[in-house]
Nanobody, 124 residues
């Protein structure tokens, strides 16, 4: 059974930082690109960042460039999202996802396993 479990969310002030983690089990982690998405009530999931199997390639959404960093530790089956200079409109539930084999996708349809998500709230 595939499980993706996020942690590290919480309440932070504007300009602060958070580091999210996503621990994966039940799949061949090294063979999957991993992505981060976020969602707010009433809106569709929004792509944040993705990282290739080896970690050698990353793709970011425009709002994440320069502020967020995605990384992975294949020995720990864990992917991370370091978020800096947080803004109120970064408030959302952040979820990690495992990409379909061979892809480094930015679209929701490119992923077939999802975590439950962790809430990030940025207060002003």
């Amino acid at each position: 059974q595939v499980q993706l479990v996020e942690s590290g969310g919480g309440l932070v002030q504007v300009g602060g930082s958070l580091r999210l983690a996503c621990a994966a089990s039940g799949l061949s982690f090294n063979d999957r690109s991993m992505g981060w998405f976020r969602q707010t009530p009433g809106k569709e999931r929004e792509f944040v960042a993705t990282i290739s199997m080896s970690g050698g390639r990353t793709i970011y959404s425009d709002f994440a460039k320069g502020r967020f960093i995605v990384s992975r530790d294949n020995a720990k089956n864990t992917v991370y999202l370091q978020m800096n200079s947080l803004k109120p409109n970064d408030t959302a539930v952040y979820s990690c996802a495992a990409a379909k084999w061979g892809l480094i996708p930015t679209a929701v349809s490119g992923y077939d396993y999802w975590g439950q998500g962790t809430q990030v709230t940025v207060s002003s």
